[in-house]
């Protein structure tokens, strides 16, 4: 309870800080972090690549109903940005999931502070920061739990030390839907 409150009191600290100089900060940022692409095909089986990787020439080529749920695809670019672990391997993550409105940035003072026994992972939900902005999508909480589950498996995969998870405001909300979809057999987890 007590480190979920000096968090929120550094976030809050962090915003005022970084307001001053947003520009610059958002640069930085961006510049820090990557971009993993979720591929959402309608069928409600999620994959993703890094960004710039193609399907394997197999996939392409597949012919009949297959064929046709790839044309139904449509890859969205998902901001995420990763503070390595300082000690010796292996290191828990931490993903911190942001609220409304706001993106990943309201982490960028806090993170590093747990850099010494996580490798802390900050992502921005579709729609938000720099996350990509479509403008015919359905921002469900389903739709962002299951981003949720893409980004646990790519910064946390199973089998590995394991993660831990800081939400706030609307990530609480997308951060339920996702243990929903977890235990429903709906969705696969991460570490």
Do not use: W
Request: charged fraction near 15%; aromatic fraction near 8%; hydrophobic fraction near 30%.
């Amino acid at each position: 309870m007590i480190i979920l409150i000096l968090l929120a009191c550094l976030t809050c600290s962090v915003r005022c800080s970084v307001r001053s100089s947003l520009p610059n900060h958002i640069a930085e940022h961006e510049a820090a972090g990557t971009y993993i692409t979720y591929i959402d095909n309608e069928q409600g089986d999620q994959q993703g690549d890094q960004q710039g990787d193609q399907q394997g020439d197999d996939e392409q080529g597949e012919q009949g109903e297959q064929g046709d749920q790839q044309e139904d695809q449509q890859g969205y670019d998902i901001f995420v940005r990763k503070y390595p672990c300082t000690s010796p391997p292996p290191c828990r993550t931490l993903l911190f999931i942001h609220g409304f409105p706001t993106s990943s940035l309201d982490y960028v003072g806090v993170a590093p502070s747990f850099t010494s026994t996580h490798t802390v992972v900050t992502y921005d939900h579709l729609g938000f920061g720099l996350s990509s902005k479509p403008p015919s999508v359905a921002y469900t909480m389903r739709l962002q739990a299951h981003i949720l589950g893409f980004v646990m498996r790519t910064a946390a995969p199973p089998g590995g030390p394991g993660a831990d998870v800081v939400a706030h405001d609307m990530g609480d909300t997308v951060l339920t839907e996702y243990l929903r979809l977890l235990s429903s057999g709906e969705i696969s987890g991460g570490g």
